[in-house]
């Protein structure tokens, strides 16, 4: 079982940048699916982008398509949202999850889940 800690969140400018980061603990890192979800106030959970454990196949969401990059390193247990032009649309607490199994992509149903991390953009 794989345990995960978000970290990076902050407040930004709308039109700037920022990274969350998310440690694995437990678990053999490589052998999971990673994603990043946000929820918004009153809104649903989205997926906003996942890797495949090899780190050679990626999904974004359309809202985020050429701003954000997802990328994995699997030697430091780590995975990384580079979050660019950011939008106040983008305020939300991003999540960061794992999955099991073969398949993968934002249908899929995730199995372990981090707290999440505050990004608030201000416009």
């Known amino acids: 079982q794989v345990q995960l800690v978000e970290s990076g969140g902050g407040l930004v400018q709308a039109g700037g940048s920022l990274r969350v980061s998310c440690v694995a603990s437990?678990?053999?890192?490589?052998?999971?699916?990673m994603g990043w979800f946000r929820q918004a106030p009153g809104k649903e959970r989205e997926s906003v982008a996942i890797i495949s454990r090899s780190g050679g196949g990626t999904y974004y969401a359309e809202p985020v398509k050429g701003r954000f990059t997802i990328s994995r390193d699997n030697a430091k247990k780590t995975v990384f949202l580079q979050m660019d032009s950011l939008k106040s649309e983008d305020t939300a607490v991003y999540y960061c999850a794992a999955r099991e199994g073969a398949n993968w992509g934002a249908k899929y149903e995730y199995h372990y889940w981090g707290q999440g991390t505050q990004v608030t953009v201000s416009s």
């Open positions: 437990g678990g053999t890192f490589s052998s999971y699916h």
